[in-house]
């Protein structure tokens, strides 16, 4: 099934990032000379996605007026001759169309992708964390990578990728078997659990593709870890009621919202040489 919608929740305060998140968002941090977000809605669109549903909080609102057509820089622009930056930002408004949704209390990862139910309707989705860039070694998309997995087994998909055992309290953790090359069978799904109650170090890497199921399923989770909307609690209804895939990432994930993660992916400036497909 063509999956059209692309959900990218960036509605944290990014608490990590402070100071510069008080005025700026992270999403709109450079990396590669580009801000993370454009990273993010490229990978989206080199998957085949149209339509891209930014969760955004007050204050966030220049992450979507980036993708949208400043009539006055282009008039100057075109007056000055300067007609290859012209092209360049027509190109990135056009890239994609851009709905915004507000998450108006910051409740969770969980909360956010709910606040994209109306906007996405009754049709399978993905979903893409706005603060990770995803670089693969094959430099292909990875939420393509979810897409032909979704197809294949017709069952929602998260990313996966291996993590030291000291990191895994930080995220949410896959426990599986994999039953063909790089694909697993989800077994259960756990948020930020202690080292000693999981034997997997598999964490999600902040891109998934869901059925429209998770919806009803989010909108029955109670507050979890940290008192937030746990994506990863109603991603473990969806697999009791639906079965989860995970995919392996051969590649590298920049989590941007933590100060070295934004220098690392930046310092790693040599290796974004995807020519075209990373832009
Ligand atoms: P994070 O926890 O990494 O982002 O959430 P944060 O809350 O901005 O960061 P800190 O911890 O305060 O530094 C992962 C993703 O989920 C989004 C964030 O914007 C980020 O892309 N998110 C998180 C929301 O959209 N809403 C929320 O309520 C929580």
Redesign the pocket.
Same mark, same amino acid.
């Given at each position: 099934m063509r999956i059209r919608k692309a959900v990218i929740?960036?509605?944290?305060? &990014?608490?990590?990032?402070l100071p510069i998140t008080s005025a700026v968002a992270?999403e709109l941090l450079p990396v590669n000379g580009r801000p993370v977000i454009e990273h993010v809605v490229k990978e989206a669109v080199q998957a085949g996605i149209k339509e891209v549903i930014l969760?955004l909080?007050e204050g966030k609102e220049a992450v979507a007026d980036y993708f949208r057509p400043n009539k006055r820089l282009a008039d100057q622009l075109l007056k000055n001759g300067r007609h290859a930056e012209l092209e360049e930002l027509e190109r990135i408004w056009d890239l994609a169309k851009i709905t915004v949704v507000y998450?108006n209390e910051?409740?969770?990862?969980g909360?956010?992708v709910l606040c994209a139910k109306d906007a996405v309707g009754n049709e399978p989705f993905a979903v893409l964390? &706005?603060?990770s860039i995803i670089q693969t070694d094959n430099c292909h998309s990875f939420t393509q990578q979810l897409i032909d997995a979704f197809n294949k087994y017709e069952r929602s998909v998260v990313g996966v990728q291996e993590v030291e055992e000291c990191l895994i309290h930080r995220y949410g953790i896959f426990e599986g078997a994999e039953f063909e090359d790089g694909i697993l069978h989800g077994k259960r799904l756990i948020e930020k659990p202690d080292q000693s109650a999981t034997d997997s170090n598999l964490a999600f890497c902040a891109r998934y593709v869901f059925t429209p199921t998770i919806f009803s399923l989010l909108e029955n989770t109670g507050q979890g870890v940290n008192n937030?909307i746990q994506l990863t609690d109603g991603m473990q209804k969806l697999l009791e009621k639906e079965g989860v895939n995970g995919v392996t990432l051969e590649g590298e994930r920049f989590d941007i919202?933590d100060p070295k993660g934004l220098l690392y992916a930046n310092l790693s400036i040599m290796d974004f040489n995807c020519g075209d497909e990373l832009g």
């Amino acid at each position: 099934m063509r999956i059209r919608k692309a959900v990218i929740p960036a509605a944290g305060f &990014g608490t990590r990032m402070l100071p510069i998140t008080s005025a700026v968002a992270k999403e709109l941090l450079p990396v590669n000379g580009r801000p993370v977000i454009e990273h993010v809605v490229k990978e989206a669109v080199q998957a085949g996605i149209k339509e891209v549903i930014l969760v955004l909080s007050e204050g966030k609102e220049a992450v979507a007026d980036y993708f949208r057509p400043n009539k006055r820089l282009a008039d100057q622009l075109l007056k000055n001759g300067r007609h290859a930056e012209l092209e360049e930002l027509e190109r990135i408004w056009d890239l994609a169309k851009i709905t915004v949704v507000y998450q108006n209390e910051q409740k969770g990862l969980g909360h956010a992708v709910l606040c994209a139910k109306d906007a996405v309707g009754n049709e399978p989705f993905a979903v893409l964390l &706005g603060d990770s860039i995803i670089q693969t070694d094959n430099c292909h998309s990875f939420t393509q990578q979810l897409i032909d997995a979704f197809n294949k087994y017709e069952r929602s998909v998260v990313g996966v990728q291996e993590v030291e055992e000291c990191l895994i309290h930080r995220y949410g953790i896959f426990e599986g078997a994999e039953f063909e090359d790089g694909i697993l069978h989800g077994k259960r799904l756990i948020e930020k659990p202690d080292q000693s109650a999981t034997d997997s170090n598999l964490a999600f890497c902040a891109r998934y593709v869901f059925t429209p199921t998770i919806f009803s399923l989010l909108e029955n989770t109670g507050q979890g870890v940290n008192n937030e909307i746990q994506l990863t609690d109603g991603m473990q209804k969806l697999l009791e009621k639906e079965g989860v895939n995970g995919v392996t990432l051969e590649g590298e994930r920049f989590d941007i919202g933590d100060p070295k993660g934004l220098l690392y992916a930046n310092l790693s400036i040599m290796d974004f040489n995807c020519g075209d497909e990373l832009g």
